[in-house]
């Protein structure tokens, strides 16, 4: 019998540390399709794309019908036939905000007035935006990191000089709770030299000073353990209300999307800002 890739095994073992950090370490016998719809919900409120989910829900059925086949712990597989409908038009899956939206978010209460919403995990409200626009990240991976996870690096430049700069890692560790969309996903991103006149470093590193174990403390949870839930829900009020944006093709994603934009226009090379915004080719 063929054993499966290595790779394929921790990628279904973090599948199942996805599913118990929803509904817990339940016993496989107590295991229901609802626990897996909360699963899916979670993943939904973590902005992945249907098209992952529904990689990861037959991931996880595939542990489930080795216990149905094999052990004979359960009768069915609970996680047989939940999808996730994906009705969009392509268009609208890759929009990206233009200039005058883009305007409308950076002039709103949060960057005019210094506002600092508690739904919108305080200082989170001002910074996963930017940070999202100059990085391409996605929420969740912004909103999990770590105070050790930015940090300086050293590398050499075109002259073979030896530089340092400000990255981003962006990595699994469920031991800390953070996750990432898939193992491609793993990467260091620059500190964009805009973000370090804004102070996201000296952010950072009072974040680091008083021992937080992330970055943004004040993003509350919601009732199903998915980090960014209430906080994605808050910005798509506050992106309507606020900015004036309320169509359904602006959400947070979309800084993603703008930041791909922005780099196509400047031409960057596509395996450089695939590298970058964790993008497999």
């Known amino acids: ?35 897996v719809i909360a699963f899916k919900d979670a993943l ?18 595939t542990v489930l019908i080795y216990a149905v086949d094999k052990l004979h712990l359960i009768d069915v597989n609970p996680a047989a036939r939940i999808r996730v409908a994906d009705k969009r038009k392509a268009k609208e899956k890759r929009r990206a905000f233009s200039e005058d939206e883009l305007k409308r ?33 996605r929420q969740t991976e912004l909103g999990q990191l770590h105070p050790d996870d930015v940090v300086q690096e050293t ?16 990595v699994e560790n469920a031991d800390r709770g953070q996750f990432v969309k898939t193992e491609g ?12 006149a804004l102070g996201f470093i000296k952010f950072v590193e009072a974040a680091k000073k008083a021992k937080r174990n992330r970055i943004f403390p004040d993003i509350e949870p919601n009732s199903v ?41 400047a031409a960057v090379p596509s395996e450089v800002h695939n590298e970058l915004t964790g993008h497999e080719t």
Request: glycine fraction near 8%.
């Open 155 to 170: 590398y050499r430049d075109a002259d073979d000089q030896e530089r340092e700069a400000w990255v981003i890692r962006i």
């Open 185 to 196: 996903s793993e990467r260091r991103v620059p500190v964009h030299a805009d973000l370090i």
């Open 44 to 61: 939904l409120g973590q902005d992945q794309s249907a098209a992952n989910i529904n990689v990861m829900i037959p991931m996880l059925g």
């Open 225 to 265: 353990g998915e980090l960014m839930g209430n906080w994605s829900k808050w910005f798509g009020r506050y992106r309507r209300k606020e900015c004036g944006l309320p169509g359904k093709d602006t959400p947070f994603h979309a800084f993603r999307h703008t930041f791909k934009h922005y780099m196509r226009l």
């Open 105 to 137: 978010i950076f002039a709103s209460p949060v960057y005019a007035s210094d506002l600092r919403p508690a739904a919108g995990g305080g200082e989170a409200a001002y910074w996963l935006p930017l940070l999202s626009l100059y990085t391409g990240a």
């Open 1 to 35: 019998e063929m054993k499966p890739k290595a790779r394929t095994i921790t990628r279904t073992r973090n599948i199942v540390e996805r599913f118990e950090a929803v509904n817990g370490a339940i016993p496989v016998e107590e295991i229901t399709k609802h626990h």
